[in-house]
């Protein structure tokens, strides 16, 4: 158990006796310890006295926004009270993006109908269930938020036959003293949503028996609610935003915290932890990103927040240490952020904050393009050529993805120490870079060497082979790490990202 002092938490009271400091407290515990299902518990103690709060996430594996959200509401300042934040309750689910508990018996496999039913002398089922209802017990909260995701939008949805109606998009609850709250949280969440088939809407009939709010309501006369988001159609950083957006009202009414703070992803004090910010959104795939989640979690020190277009802005960018750029299309996500956005994340990177980027996040952050970031030194080669019987084709592209040879510099075997020098990794239409010689960029510095090429059409051939696959260089205070290829797609390479983030990260 860890147990620290928090500078933010200190408050000064003048009373009649003098003056009494009250410091915040936080501290780690483990339940599950040694166990695939080992989790972490962060309480957090204002030293003021106001409501208990607990939160949970991620009970079922695969409903990641409410593990990410929870993540990052953990960390929100508290004006009084007591916090206890549980983001990744299902950790071994979560690991394998499935609903339920892996292995458990069938009885058993869906957390959240583990706990106490009719009566409390049911008990709950399974070791996780009963970990996680006696951290109830102990903590004795006031009010408990789950934060979850359903499959469909739930005022929208047409379930077959049979089928039981999705809950995504709402907020359970035992309708009456809470539904003004309630109101105000939708109303939040709802700020998000321009279809009005995706709205935000109460289901009042309270959570499903079983369940840990229904127990902790019905048999501790705890104040409980399930909010939900949908997975459907939506990425991952819209739904985190309402999960936040829902919980900021939430916190503000009961008087955790005392200000708005939705976009609070990070702590201002990172305790050793890169906090690192992943772009997810038009422009990049979806695989690039899960691959650069796995590249980073795989490795210790690491929590990745994903960052949609309207997350690229000043003041959530610097809550991070670094940020991410992937493959995709460099020009649809410079379209896609804008150009104010563009402007923030080259004066974050100038402040001395860290930009990597992989594949279409190298096209992007090269001084090639009109809609280039200009982070990096690098010419791309590029344009259209008239291949004779095929017609006017862009020489950017290549084809579909192959494994090619790459070579470590000296620089490269000295930051990728655990790298052999000669590697085949992926590639799949990265940026092929030469020197664009602009002024005012500084000459970049070759981690990587592409030794073999990959050739579509006639005019490419000899343009790839002993150019760079990984460039690195600096603008203004912070460091940029260009990678054309595709090492955290490719087996036993994926260390690469980590070591990059951990070299251009901004020092605190």
């Known amino acids: 158990m860890k147990q620290r002092f928090t500078g933010l938490g200190l408050f000064i009271a003048l009373t009649s006796c003098g003056l009494i400091a009250f410091a915040e407290t936080s501290r780690t515990e483990i339940i599950g310890k040694g166990t695939e299902w080992e989790s972490k518990v962060h309480v957090r103690d204002s030293g003021i006295p106001g409501p208990t709060v607990m939160m949970i996430g991620g009970i079922h594996g695969n409903e990641p926004a409410g593990a990410q959200a929870a993540e990052q509401i953990r960390h929100w300042p508290l004006a009084k009270g007591k916090f206890i934040a549980i983001p990744r309750a299902n950790v071994a689910a979560l690991g394998k993006r499935i609903r339920y508990i892996p292995e458990a018996p069938e009885n058993q496999r869906d957390l959240n109908r583990n706990f106490p039913g009719e009566q409390l002398d049911d008990g709950t089922r399974g070791k996780l269930a009963a970990a996680l209802w006696m951290q109830v017990l102990k903590h004795k909260p006031d009010w408990l938020f789950d934060l979850h995701e359903g499959y469909q939008f739930h005022g929208s949805h047409q379930p077959k036959p049979g089928r039981e109606k999705s809950v995504g998009s709402s907020i359970i609850y035992d309708r009456g003293e809470l539904d003004p709250l309630v109101n105000r949280m939708l109303a939040a969440a709802n700020k ?49 935003r309402q999960h936040r957006a ?21 702590p201002t004090d990172p305790q050793g932890q890169l906090y690192i910010g992943l772009y997810d959104g038009t422009g990049s795939s979806a695989r690039g990103v899960s691959n650069v989640v796995n590249s980073l979690t795989m490795q210790p020190g690491f929590t990745v927040s994903q960052l949609g277009p309207k997350d690229i802005r000043g003041e959530i960018l610097s809550q991070f240490q670094a940020v991410i750029f992937s493959g995709g299309s460099g020009s649809k996500q410079a379209a896609t952020i804008g150009k104010e956005s563009a402007k923030a994340v080259r004066s974050y990177v100038k402040s001395g904050g ?5 594949c279409a996040g190298a096209f992007l952050c090269s001084a090639h393009y009109s809609w280039s970031l200009g982070l990096v030194d690098t010419h791309v080669f590029t344009g259209a050529r008239e291949i004779e019987g095929v017609g006017r084709k862009q020489m950017w592209y290549r084809g579909k993805g192959t494994d090619q040879k790459m070579q470590l510099t000296e620089a490269g075997k000295k930051l990728f120490a655990d790298i052999p020098e000669h590697v085949d990794v992926r590639y799949q239409n990265g940026p092929i870079v030469s020197p664009k010689n602009l002024p005012g960029l500084p ?15 006639p005019p490419q051939k000899g343009t790839m082979i002993n150019t760079p696959a990984i460039v690195e260089g600096e603008f203004g205070d912070g460091r940029v790490v260009s990678i054309s290829p595709h090492p955290e797609a490719t087996r036993g390479l994926e260390s690469i990202i980590a070591t990059a983030v951990r070299a251009i990260a901004r020092k605190r």
């Open 443 to 457: 000459n970049y510095k070759v981690l990587a060497y592409f030794r073999s090429e990959k050739v579509l059409y």
């Open 192 to 240: 998000t949503v321009t279809n009005p088939k995706r709205k935000f809407v109460s289901i009042g009939r309270g959570p499903k028996r079983t369940g840990l709010v229904s127990a902790a309501i019905r048999f501790l006369n705890i104040k409980g609610m399930i909010l939900e988001t949908t997975y459907q159609y939506q990425r991952l950083p819209i739904r985190t």
């Open 246 to 266: 829902m919980m900021n009202v939430a916190l503000q009414h009961v008087g955790l915290i005392d200000r708005d703070c939705v976009d609070v992803m990070a």
């Open 354 to 358: 860290g930009y990597l980027g992989i």
